[in-house]
């Protein structure tokens, strides 16, 4: 029977989430913090002045379509960012730059297993710990692939390099502009702050995924019958065409991307860019790459029209999650649930109440495996607890990561993992035993480094 259970589509789980939060304006208690206003012109609530209100009204049936256009524009900003983000990255995929410079790199330490493993890693990690790429890395599967099998490496090894690599990449994200900048967006944070503890807390956390497929690779490698796929004929390394040969167009296309995501880091660290600045470099970024290329200009707009199209969704996703806010504070009762969540967090301590928040963001993946929706969805909660239970808010943004990007590696409502599996003939159920002592452990280390930023007071 449960192998017939379907999960909802993401915007069906939100919907219904919105329908939800408008039942908890009729059935919870109005109530509400004081607020004051931080220091970077953002209100945040005082804590211990939590109080009910006694005559206030829920909002009408109505509203439940009513937030979802409210819900679009209040995440305008975002939206578009998101929008050109998508179309400068499918205007840098047709020039086949990254296809080719991946490719290479795998191919170069292809005779050396755990060079490739680590190397491999790494590249996926970095990719989307900076420019949040996931989807981008599909293409590259039948590739590596390849180079496992011909080092007796089995397809769960070769989906292991990519996808634990590019799990931690997003729990331990730089400044990914899909999680990290949306989270600190929605808390109130200046844009890429904090970056160095996660540059230093992602070398540790990719070791740990380093050494658990390196661990798994190796006892394939001893032993074939070892593989967790070795009687599933699907899942058997097919034939691959080799890849285009990196070219000097490729090299000038990489030096300008490199280029831009540094100018990015300038502009916010020292001018104060924010989104309209880093939407505007994009855009200027996509036209470079473009011209580096010799791409014809009608085909740079159908190119960047078409990465931007597949952002839609995501679009809708951030509308939609925002909209469960917009639900919540027009019925008055966000403060209540962020009372009544924060109430036995703060009995454990700032250490195990940021802890806490690590596990709830990670049971939360499952429904909203969308990293920007589940920031607009988690992130007005979280922010105000972190205020209440004294630790800093940039602990809650690290928090949101750690629990999004881990579970991405796991949840079965996630789509990039579904379809890298499908690709590959891997059962869930196989791959599940293969990375559920990872999260485990991952999520004790991110535990860990949660404590440690508590304690050195990270923000």
């Known amino acids: 029977m449960a192998r017939h259970f379907k999960v909802p ?10 329908v939800l939060a408008w039942l908890l304006t009729l059935i919870l208690p109005a109530g509400g913090y004081d607020t004051v206003t931080n220091e970077h012109g953002r209100e945040v609530v005082v804590p211990g002045t939590f109080e009910y209100l006694q ?6 049936a109505w509203d439940v379509f009513m937030v979802i256009p409210r819900g679009l524009a209040a995440s305008q900003g975002i939206i578009f960012f998101c929008f050109i983000i998508g179309g400068t990255l499918a205007v840098i995929r047709a020039t086949g730059a990254l296809d080719a410079a991946l490719a290479r790199i795998l191919k170069h330490f292809g005779a050396q297993p755990a060079l490739l493993i680590l190397v491999g890693m790494l590249a996926f990690g970095v990719g989307s710990a900076t420019i949040g790429m996931a989807e981008e890395y599909i293409p590259l599967i039948a590739i ?3 180079l496992c099998s011909a080092m007796r490496m089995d397809t769960v090894a070769a989906v292991g390099i990519m996808v634990v690599g590019y799990g931690v990449g997003y729990g ?3 400044i990914n502009p899909f999680t990290v900048l949306v989270a600190q967006e929605v808390a109130g944070l200046a844009p890429t702050s904090g970056l160095g503890f996660r540059i230093a807390m992602f070398v540790p956390l990719m070791a740990i995924g380093f050494l658990h497929v390196w661990r798994y690779a190796s006892r394939v490698r001893a032993d074939p019958a070892a593989s967790l796929v070795a009687d599933v004929p699907e899942a058997q390394p097919p034939e691959v065409h080799p890849p285009a040969a990196i070219t000097v167009r490729h090299r000038l296309v990489l030096t300008a991307t490199l280029v831009g995501l540094v100018a990015v880091v300038w502009g916010i660290m020292r001018h104060g860019w924010y989104l309209v600045e880093m939407g505007a470099l994009f855009v200027a970024l996509a036209l470079v790459i473009g ?7 009608d085909e740079m707009a159908r190119q960047f029209t078409r990465g931007a199209g597949e952002l839609t969704g995501t679009a809708l996703l951030i509308g939609f999650a925002r909209g469960i806010e917009l639900m919540l504070s027009d019925g008055q009762v966000l403060h209540t649930i962020v009372h009544g969540l924060a109430e036995p967090l703060a009995t454990l301590g700032g250490e195990f109440s940021a802890v806490g928040m690590v596990f709830i963001q990670s049971v939360l993946n499952f429904f909203i495996p969308s990293g ?7 992130m007005p909660l979280m922010a105000p607890i972190s205020d209440i239970i004294g630790v800093s808010r940039q602990v809650a943004v690290l928090a949101y990561q750690m629990g999004d990007g881990f579970m991405n590696m796991i949840v079965p409502t996630n789509a990039v993992l579904m379809g890298i599996l499908g690709i590959c003939g891997i059962p869930y159920g196989r791959w599940f035993r293969f990375i559920w002592p990872l999260i485990v452990q991952l999520l004790i280390a991110g535990s860990a480094v949660i404590v440690v930023a508590v304690l050195i007071g990270y923000h």
């Open 144 to 146: 590596l692939i390849t």
């Open 291 to 297: 011209l580096l290329s010799r791409m014809p200009f």
């Open 172 to 174: 331990a994200a730089f």
């Open 9 to 18: 589509h993401t915007l069906v789980l939100l919907f219904g989430m919105i």
């Open 55 to 60: 005559e206030a009204e829920s909002p009408p």
């Open 372 to 378: 920007s929706g589940q920031a607009y969805v988690t």
